[in-house]
């Protein structure tokens, strides 16, 4: 089935550091590429939308400045948290959908704990 | 506001038996519902999903119903196994966005 990688699982730096997340399609070619956050006892909330070739759209109260999103190629968008601060600390987990039409599952990464110090 | 509503955070069901998770939601903009099945340290696994115009999809054990006029849908897991134990995610997509709107989860635990 479709396989969708994240990468790191887990970070842990210091409150200043700019940290960034791979999410990267194995199997299929993935047209919109999504990141979601989940705080403890949340549920998943969607951030962003990336579109690969396009600037990505962010939900109403994400700022763009702090989460760059970049979606250069059909396999691969990234998540730069700037300037991390420990407000910052939470789940964040990339989703992938297929070039085909229609409404497709979404598959998701196995997700980024960060913590900031 | 939680658009999509998960009430029952957690849910216990014995081996053998039916379990049924339920999921409400406010937006009528909503025309496609998925259900996603999560084990801890994994991202969410895609489990089965359905479109506004129908009131009933089944994939093996699991099926899932749609209710439009009431807003609710649920999914039934029938024989409930062990292995079944994890958080499901009701999600809901329309309106031209592209996407999902999550629950909360509910967490499926299955006795022996």
């Known amino acids: 089935g479709a396989v969708v990688s994240q990468h790191p699982s887990w970070v842990i730096c210091k409150s200043g550091t700019s940290v960034k997340i791979e999410c990267r399609s194995l199997?299929?070619?993935?047209?919109?590429m999504f990141w979601y956050r989940q705080f403890p006892k949340q549920s998943l909330m969607l951030m962003a939308t990336?579109?690969?070739?396009?600037?990505?759209?962010?939900e109403q109260g994400v700022e763009k400045d702090k989460f760059l999103i970049n979606h250069a190629s059909l396999t691969l968008s990234t998540l730069t948290v700037t300037s991390a601060h420990p407000e910052d600390s939470s789940f964040y987990i990339c989703?992938?959908?297929?070039?085909?039409?229609?409404?497709?599952?979404?598959?998701f990464g196995d997700g980024t704990r960060l913590s900031i110090l | 506001d939680q658009q999509v509503k998960q009430n029952s955070p957690s849910l216990s069901v014995q081996e053998g038996r039916i379990s049924i998770l339920n999921c409400d939601y406010t937006?009528?903009?909503?025309?496609?519902f998925l259900w996603y099945k999560k084990y801890p340290a994994e991202g969410p696994t895609f489990l089965i999903s359905?479109?506004?115009?129908?009131d009933k999809n089944e994939d093996g054990r699991f099926t899932v119903f749609l209710n439009k006029s009431a807003k609710h849908l649920s999914l039934h897991i029938v024989p409930s196994q062990p292995g079944d134990s994890a958080v499901y995610f009701c999600?809901?997509?329309?309106?031209?966005?592209?996407?999902?709107?999550f629950g909360k989860g509910t967490h499926l635990i299955i006795q022996p």
């Open positions: 989703s992938a959908k297929s070039k085909k039409g229609g409404y497709q599952p979404q598959h």
């Open positions: 199997d299929f070619q993935a047209t919109t």
């Open positions: 990336s579109n690969e070739g396009s600037k990505a759209t962010y």
């Open positions: 937006n009528s903009m909503f025309d496609y």
């Open positions: 359905i479109s506004s115009i129908k």
């Open positions: 999600a809901a997509i329309g309106g031209g966005a592209d996407g999902l709107t």
